[in-house]
């Protein structure tokens, strides 16, 4: 009789979970699937860093976010809706799920928004940065070049004795030679082929904007090669794009990194890493 009611049980067992398997088994991968969607690998000043939102604690997240991508949020009432455009910054209140919950209170806009329209993975692999530069005793000094040191003043040389008095002499007044006209300079060529640059005028455009100072993240003589590297479609836009590979020096030793020109109408909009297509300072 011990054994029959043992058996009944096994049983039983063995029928829920042939019953009710099918039915947990989804809801169980689809819980790792969306754990797996708040991980992201983010390159910063030449490192790559993997970021897990499912790690961090609310208390551990920025306290504003900037906007990478347009997105639309309700407003507090409900009743309307907020448009947020690139680089508006929001308050981040908390996360829920695999969203965040943002605020807006200039136009009174709040709800959730995906974490990849946002700066969020970025900030946090900035913050990963410089904890490894503060546990190494502030080796961001290998990264940053010093600042030079102002000159000494001059020193002001001692007055001359005064001597006996000059004579005055005058002399007759020297023509003033003509002042010839500057030549203007040279119009720049229009784009060849219809709007579009050349790759040689692609590479010439992003020499004279590093040159110029555009980035604050590698300089010209960092630069190992440059090229053209044909057209591409960002968030509905289309650009001609180039590469600048550099190599930066990192608290994890010298590391190859490239460079994207988003090129429009002629000129360079903006520098982002090719990789994961952030952009650089």
């Known amino acids: 009789m011990k054994y029959a009611k ?32 708040l991980v992201q690998e983010v390159e910063f000043n030449g490192a790559v860093y993997t970021i897990d939102l499912a790690e961090y604690r609310d208390a551990d997240l920025p306290q504003t976010v900037k906007i990478r991508n347009p997105v639309t949020i309700p407003t507090t009432d409900g009743e309307g809706e907020v448009r947020l455009s690139k680089g508006d910054v929001v308050n981040l209140l908390n996360r829920k799920d695999d969203q965040l919950i943002i605020e807006n209170p ?20 900035q913050k990963k940065f410089e904890k490894a530069v503060a546990d190494r005793g502030g080796a961001m000094a290998e990264i ?65 904007s590093i040159a110029g100072g555009a980035v604050k993240e590698f ?22 794009t180039g590469l600048a590979a550099y190599e930066a020096a990192t608290i994890f030793g010298v590391r190859p990194v490239q460079a994207k020109a988003l090129i429009k109408d002629g000129k360079i909009e903006r520098w982002v890493y090719a990789k994961s297509g952030m952009e650089i300072q």
Request: charged residues 20%; without cysteine.
């Open 6 to 37: 043992f058996a009944a049980v096994v049983f039983v067992l063995y029928f829920l979970g042939y019953v009710l398997g099918p039915t947990i088994t989804p809801m169980l991968v689809d819980d790792k699937e969306k754990e797996s969607d």
């Open 219 to 240: 300089k010209t003589e960092q630069v190992k090669g440059w090229k053209a590297s044909g057209e591409e479609t960002i968030d509905g836009t289309e650009y001609q």
């Open 106 to 125: 200039q136009s009174n806009g709040k709800g959730k928004v995906s974490p990849e329209d946002t700066d969020i993975y970025m900030v946090l692999a």
């Open 144 to 208: 940053t070049p010093p600042v030079p040191k102002p000159a000494p003043a001059p020193v002001p040389s001692p007055a001359p004795a005064p001597g006996p008095e000059p004579v005055a002499v005058v002399e007759a007044p020297t023509p003033t030679p003509a002042v010839e006209p500057m030549p203007e300079p040279a119009p720049t060529p229009a784009p060849a082929g219809g709007g579009k640059l050349t790759d040689g005028q692609i590479e010439e455009l992003m020499k004279k």
